[in-house]
């Protein structure tokens, strides 16, 4: 007991983050973000990092980053401000098929699913 506790106690605070996501998300039926193909229908699922209200064209945009411990995926929502329930911390899984974007994972309008 007492070598678990040391472990954590010289392990990174973004290191058991990243365990304690991977932890979170291991019971459901989803592909890793780090594993998740480009360009083919995906299911993959996270906590929400970050949320960004950005114009795109003249548009604005809702861009939500989610992470899952083994990478993060962006979520653009086209035309939207704000969506109910998608904020900071949150758990949701998200559908779509990802590109890449300037060396970021892109899903373009999700289907989204909020997690309790």
């Known amino acids: 007991m007492l070598k678990g506790l040391r472990d954590r106690l010289h392990t990174s605070l973004d290191d058991l983050d990243c365990a304690r996501l991977q932890d979170r998300f291991a019971c459901l039926s989803i592909t890793p973000i780090a594993d998740a193909p480009m360009r083919q229908p995906i299911v993959v699922g996270g906590e929400i990092k970050r949320v960004l209200i950005a114009p795109h064209n003249g548009m604005a945009t809702l861009e939500i980053v989610v992470g899952d411990g083994t990478g993060t995926v962006t979520a653009v929502f086209s035309g939207r401000r704000h969506?109910?329930?998608?904020?900071?911390g949150r758990a949701v899984?998200?559908?779509?098929?990802a590109h890449d974007v300037k060396g970021k994972r892109v899903i373009l309008n999700?289907?989204?699913?909020l997690l309790p």
């Open 93 to 97: 899984v998200l559908e779509g098929v």
């Open 110 to 113: 999700p289907a989204y699913t």
């Open 83 to 88: 969506i109910a329930g998608l904020d900071h």
